[in-house]
């Protein structure tokens, strides 16, 4: 499909070294990937291009939106965003797939046959937001993912909203730590 023209909007996240960016198509069929670093992008082009911008620390992508975040506050949105608007567009007309799904590692929170109710039931409410990692007596350790991760606000919204909400659908639950790698 060739794509002549391309309107790519901006939303602004609670991170402020974090941009989404909408390109008004499809990026993801199902759930998000997060890419950390360029090492973690080898199963994504579009990951790999977005990295060889000067200043992007990580990018994550969601059914419709990119979200990329920024090395630090040094570095200003009004330099980056002209390169990553120009690299998604490039991107986009070149009819590459975002992602080489034979290269593409599983998702964590894929359901497995060793999950038992309670684990199946975290990681269903946990896709696309949070990384689950594992529970362990009680407490579901997980791990933040896109522009969550570095946000100041983070452990607020760990505490006050994910284990708020784990806790009312799942009793079992009784706190959330984050993990970081």
Do not use: H
């Not at 974090?18 to 950390?36: C, I, N």
């Not at 986009?92 to 684990?119: C, I, M, Q």
């Not at 199946?120 to 362990?136: G, H, N, P, S, V």
């Not at 606000?153 to 909400?165: D, E």
């Amino acid at each position: 499909m060739f794509i002549r023209n391309m309107f790519i909007q901006t939303q602004d996240t609670p991170n402020p070294n974090s941009l989404k960016f909408l390109p008004g198509r499809v990026v993801l069929e199902t759930g998000t990937m997060d890419f950390a670093g360029p090492r973690d992008a080898y199963c994504s082009p579009l990951a790999r291009q977005l990295f060889r911008i000067d200043g992007v620390k990580s990018v994550f992508f969601g059914p419709d939106f990119i979200t990329i975040t920024k090395a630090n506050g040094e570095t200003e949105w009004k330099v980056i965003k002209p390169d990553v608007f120009a690299t998604i567009m490039d991107f986009f007309t070149s009819g590459l797939p975002v992602v080489n799904e034979a290269d593409a590692p599983r998702a964590d929170t894929a359901p497995s046959e060793d999950d038992d109710e309670v684990v199946a039931m975290i990681k269903e409410l946990l896709d696309t937001r949070i990384r689950y990692c594992r529970f362990e007596d009680g407490i579901v350790k997980l791990k933040l993912q896109g522009s969550c991760t570095s946000c100041p606000s983070s452990i607020i919204t760990l505490k006050n909203g994910i284990q708020n909400m784990l806790q009312f659908y799942v009793p079992e639950v009784e706190g959330v730590e984050q993990v970081r790698s």
